[in-house]
């Protein structure tokens, strides 16, 4: 405690090593090593954060937050390519530092309102290595990248009339990216993105309306972004894109409370990254800097059910994004990332949980139908990549005995599709389903006070992927087989 407010401190330290992970026994690699370690999976990584946070008595509060890491590790090969990448990163580091502060709650004449602004800087190098083979010994080619972010955000709200609020947000980031090619030469490439928004939330009246529309609210918004992305060698603006957005939304409760029920329309743009434009992944891409914006136009309409230990939730969506951003294949064994007339995608989201007598139990399923539509480039209606049409997961948490808790998940993903770079078409990535078993246990440390910087110890006996599955999270690229993990904490 400070004599005109509190400061709040937290640090911490890490620091992972592993020689790979595990591969499990339905892959077959080429160049997997004893003990059926994936190829080329190691790591090397320290990090660290840092986070202060100042409360006034008056309801003001300033806070700094900064954590980095660095790291040097193996890009595993892609099993499914008949000449993969041997990749290794020498060297990655980040750092990211932001600080923020904010007035809190004030009167003002027309009621009440509060304003924030933060600043954040994001820094990042990278080295990256080529080979020629997998033995590792001959570098054939190379990045290394310098990459910085500047962000500044502003966001206020205020009280209408006592009743209604008005939201609003105003960002500006700064991107630059350096890069060195080896063959390639030098350049330089900048984005500016910028974006405008305001909301105006407004409660339905209680004597206007009655019944169940006495707790209904209704929001609207609309939103202005930008993008300013030069040309190499940071000349002048090439391109000056801008695009509108707004939203509609309403909810209201229903069974006195226990039944929140919603609906919302919205409008949105992204555009696309320097990555995206500009990136050839050492000749893994064809760069196309004529990349269009993406626009969303989406609905969700839902409800969420409170019961005593029960909570359940639903919400049927439909997602219609045109000039989508999709990976094509190119002569050569090569990407494109190019613009599609659109990607409809319409679904069902559930979300359900209960929790008694100490133990607890959560589920999610998701069941979808993603289609991409270019009748120039595609003819018919394609499959999207990466998007399964069922997905869905249960974890089950139980008290057993001495302090110990144990939890089970199964999570389960259908068959996806990928682009095949060699085949150049889609290939089917086969369902699959995940068993993860943990054990924890929290130790009180006897004697510790609350002026003791260490009052507990966590620890975790976990067994990941207990089946030893083979699931892809892309193609030629599985996750790792079993594994026996031990998690020590200190609270």
């Not at 990042?124 to 972010?149: K, P």
């Not at 018919?380 to 144990?406: I, K, M, S, T």
Request: charged share 25%; net charge neutral.
């Amino acid at each position: 405690p400070l004599a005109a407010g509190q400061l709040l401190v937290r640090a911490g330290v890490g620091h992972r090593s592993r020689p790979g992970v595990a591969l499990s026994a339905q892959v077959e690699e080429a160049g997997a090593r004893g003990g059926r370690l994936r190829e080329n999976s190691d790591l090397e990584q320290g990090d660290a954060f840092l986070a202060l946070r100042y409360h006034g008595e008056a309801g003001d509060w300033l806070s700094l937050s900064a954590s980095g890491y660095r790291a040097e590790r193996g890009v595993p090969p892609e099993l499914h390519l008949a000449e993969p990448r041997f990749w290794r990163y020498p060297e990655a580091r980040r750092m990211l530092a932001v600080v923020s502060g904010g007035t809190g709650q004030r009167a003002t004449v027309l009621g009440r309102g509060d304003l924030e602004a933060s600043l954040g800087i994001d820094l990042a190098h990278t080295e990256i290595d080529a080979y020629a083979g997998r033995d590792f010994q001959q570098v054939t080619g190379g990045e290394r990248a310098d990459d910085r972010t500047l962000t500044l955000r502003l966001l206020g709200d205020h009280t209408l009339l006592r009743r209604g609020e008005l939201r609003g947000a105003a960002t500006l980031a700064e991107v630059r990216h350096d890069e060195r090619l080896d063959p390639g030469g030098a350049a330089t490439y900048r984005q500016r993105l910028w974006s405008l928004g305001s909301e105006v939330a407004w409660p339905l009246s209680p004597e206007a309306r009655g019944g169940w529309l006495s707790d209904a609210r209704l929001s609207g918004g609309v939103a202005l972004d930008g993008a300013d992305t030069p040309e190499t060698g940071g000349k002048l603006p090439l391109d000056r894109l801008w695009a509108t957005g707004g939203r509609l939304g309403f909810s209201t409760l229903a069974a006195e409370g226990a039944v929140l029920l919603h609906l919302t329309v919205s409008r949105r743009a992204r555009f696309p990254s320097l990555r995206e434009l500009y990136s050839g992944a050492l000749g893994r891409f064809v760069p196309n800097p004529e990349l269009r914006p993406e626009r969303l136009v989406a609905g969700e309409a839902g409800m969420t059910i409170h019961a005593r230990a029960l909570e359940f939730q639903a919400v049927a969506f439909h997602h219609v994004l045109t000039d989508a951003i999709v990976r094509a294949s190119v002569e050569g064994g090569r990407f494109r990332r190019e613009n599609r007339d659109r990607i409809r995608s319409r679904g069902l989201e559930l979300l359900g949980g209960w929790s008694g007598w100490g133990a607890s139990l959560e589920g999610e399923l998701t069941l979808q139908r993603v289609r991409v539509h270019d009748p120039d480039a595609l003819g018919e209606a394609h499959r999207a990549e990466y998007q399964p049409e069922v997905a869905g997961g249960l974890d089950l948490a139980a008290p057993l005995a001495l302090g110990v808790r144990g939890v089970a998940g199964v999570d389960y993903v259908g068959r996806q599709w990928c682009v095949h770079p060699d085949l150049r078409r889609d290939v089917a990535l086969d369902p699959g389903t995940r068993l993860d078993l943990r054990l924890e246990r929290v130790w009180r440390l006897q004697g510790t006070d609350a002026r003791r910087l260490l009052r507990a110890l966590g620890t975790v006996l976990a067994l990941d992927n207990a089946a030893d599955a083979r699931i892809y999270d892309q193609c030629g690229l599985p996750q790792p087989g079993r594994t026996l993990r031990l998690q020590l904490e200190l609270r």
